[in-house]
Nanobody
């Protein structure tokens, strides 16, 4: 059974940092691409970052590029999203997800429609 659970959110001042964690089980990190998405109040869910150990690809949305870093810890079965220089517009519920089928020869990113399993999100609030 595939399970994902995001954690690490909280209240932080603008310019601060947070490290978000996605605890995952039930699938191989070596095969499936994993993504971080976020949904701000009144807005659609958007892709933030993606990582695929299968082809070594990573992806960052323009809105977080240069401020975010995604990584996999196989031993702890977690996917970490380090967010720096946080801005009020980063305020959102952040969720991790894994693709429903392995998209061979397709580097990150992944659209929302490709993600088959979602974890409960974690709220990030950035105050100005």
């Amino acid at each position: 059974e595939v399970q994902l659970q995001a954690s690490g959110g909280g209240l932080v001042q603008a310019g601060g940092s947070l490290r978000l964690f996605c605890a995952a089980s039930g699938f191989s990190f070596d095969d499936y691409a994993i993504g971080w998405f976020r949904q701000a109040p009144g807005k659609e869910r958007e892709g933030v970052s993606c990582i695929s150990a299968r082809d070594g690809s990573t992806y960052y949305a323009d809105s977080v590029k240069g401020r975010a870093s995604i990584s996999i810890n196989n031993a702890e079965r977690t996917i970490t999203l380090q967010m720096n220089s946080l801005k009020p517009e980063d305020t959102a519920v952040y969720s991790c997800a894994v693709e429903s089928i392995i998209m061979v020869d397709t580097p990150c990113p992944r659209p929302r429609s490709a993600m088959g399993y979602w974890g409960q999100g974690t709220l990030v609030t950035v105050s100005s």
